[in-house]
């Protein structure tokens, strides 16, 4: 069965540190790799991971794809409070099927 | 550019009475349509996934049902709610597999209280 775990399930953190958060998943047939952020209410997009180690950045935020190892990391530096979220992984799995699988989130909590 | 829209934001409802959460997209032709349920402060549940109208995939057995009757309009329905079907429900698009593209974007979400 297709599964995406991510670690930690939580976190705490005070602004200013660095964190990383991290997704594997068993899937068969894999396409690529999405992170989103969710603070109310609709995640929101943040990276497409297809390729191995090919790192995406933006601004604070980065993250990188091992499709050895099957799993990816999504590293937050200089937090604030505002990254307090819920971070999301989920895969896609090849074209032919049109289900994206979720992980369970990492509830990131930045304190001032 | 494309827009996902939701109603309503929220929603309390009795045990036993129906629903009916309705989602479009605007600015895209032929989405693949999603509906997820999302319990308090956790992942995403697929419920149902769509490749165009009248095509409805079931991915979880319950009392829900969804149906696609426009190209970019897609309903989740119960006919009797249960306390279990409470949680935070959304809607998303992505581009149909001819297009190959991978994002997924979601609209704002209704609150479901079932009392």
């Known amino acids: 069965e297709d599964k995406v775990v991510q670690s930690p399930l939580s976190l705490v953190v005070h602004e200013g540190d660095t964190v990383t958060l991290n997704c594997s998943y068993e899937v068969t047939n894999f396409r690529s790799l999405l992170w989103y952020k969710q603070e109310k209410k609709a995640p929101t997009f943040l990276f497409m991971l297809?390729?191995?180690?090919i790192e995406k950045k933006s601004g604070r935020l980065s993250s990188i794809l091992d499709k050895k190892e099957l799993f990816s990391i999504l590293n937050i530096t200089a937090t604030q409070t505002g990254d307090s979220a819920i971070y999301l992984c989920?895969?896609?799995?090849?074209?032919?099927?049109?289900?994206?699988?979720f992980g369970t989130g990492t509830r990131l909590k930045v304190l001032a | 550019s494309q827009t996902i829209h939701q109603w309503p934001a929220t929603l309390v409802q009795p045990v036993g009475s129906p629903l009916s959460l309705e989602c479009t997209v605007e600015?895209?032709?032929?989405?693949?349509l999603y509906w997820y349920r999302q319990a308090a402060g956790r992942g995403l549940q697929l419920l149902f996934y769509?490749?165009?109208?009248?095509?409805i995939s079931s991915e979880v057995p319950q009392n829900l049902s969804a149906s696609r009757p426009q190209d970019r309009q897609f309903i989740l329905s119960s006919k009797k709610l249960l306390l279990s079907d409470s949680g935070f429900y959304l809607c998303a698009w992505a581009e149909g597999p001819l297009l190959a593209k991978d994002e997924q974007y979601f609209g704002p979400g209704t609150r479901l209280t079932v009392t």
């Open positions: 769509s490749v165009g109208i009248g095509q």
């Open positions: 989920a895969v896609r799995r090849t074209s032919g099927t049109y289900k994206y699988i």
């Open positions: 600015g895209t032709s032929n989405p693949n």
């Open positions: 297809t390729s191995s180690g």
